[in-house]
């Protein structure tokens, strides 16, 4: 059964600096990869989408990587704000079933002024 | 940009009563989706819906629930008789096919059982 894993849970920074956040999956035979973005109370902003056949996709400050094989995706944000402040949530799509998607519980991100 | 629409944003309801959460996909979208997150918890599938019936449903989705796409523009979420445990925030989502354009979320509805 597909497990989504992402860490750190919670992750406090000043303004500017660069992070990284990661994201574990147990079954590599995915579909895709997605990374979300949900403020509090809020609904779910969809932020990069990663093909199985893809290794990154860029938006902007920020870019998601994808090692199918290890079962891994990062997300990078580059020059962090403080409107950058959210959760974060990695959702796959499994290769014989790319009609829905698996979540993992997210990473809580504070940038501070 | 083309939205995905849902209300109410909140509803409060007695335990033992019937709710429906109402969406409004996107107009040339096929595939629709109902998902919740239970307070500190991960988000969860609850059902596909493509070609006016449903096309997968998770455990969760049990004879409780119901979806109905009434008149081809709104797409509902019928929870026949609420129980605590069903509080959480609902989420409806819409795609063009499947996964492969990613999916667009509408805003949420919070509903609170009590």
């Known amino acids: 059964k597909q497990e989504v894993t992402q860490i750190p849970a919670a992750l406090s920074v000043p303004e500017g600096e660069n992070l990284v956040l990661n994201c574990s999956f147990t079954d590599s035979a995915i579909y895709n990869l997605q990374w979300f973005r949900q403020d509090p109370g809020k609904g779910l902003t969809s932020l990069l989408l990663i093909q199985s056949s893809q290794r990154e996709q860029t938006s902007g400050r920020l870019n998601a990587s994808l090692d199918k094989s290890s079962g891994r995706s990062t997300l990078y944000i580059a020059a962090s704000q403080p409107g950058d402040s959210a959760t974060y949530l990695c959702?796959?799509?499994?290769?014989?079933?790319?009609?829905?998607?698996?979540w993992g519980l997210g990473t809580s991100l504070a940038v501070n002024p | 940009e083309p939205e995905v629409t849902q209300t109410p944003s909140h509803q409060v309801t007695q335990m033992g009563q019937e709710v429906i959460l109402r969406c409004v996909p996107i107009?040339?979208?096929?595939?629709f989706y109902w998902y919740r997150q239970i307070l500190g918890q991960k988000v969860e599938f609850l059902v596909s819906?493509?070609?006016?019936?449903?096309?997968?449903k998770s455990e969760i989705f049990d004879d409780q629930f119901s979806v109905e796409r009434p008149d081809g523009s709104n797409f509902t979420l019928k929870i026949r008789s609420t129980k605590l445990e069903d509080s959480a925030m609902y989420f409806c989502?819409?795609?063009?096919?499947?996964?492969?354009?990613?999916?667009?979320f509408g805003s949420g509805t919070r509903l609170t059982v009590v």
């Open positions: 959702a796959v799509s499994e290769a014989g079933n790319n009609r829905k998607l698996i």
């Open positions: 819906f493509y070609n006016n019936e449903i096309s997968e």
């Open positions: 107009s040339n979208h096929l595939y």
């Open positions: 989502a819409s795609s063009v096919e499947g996964t492969y354009y990613g999916y667009t």
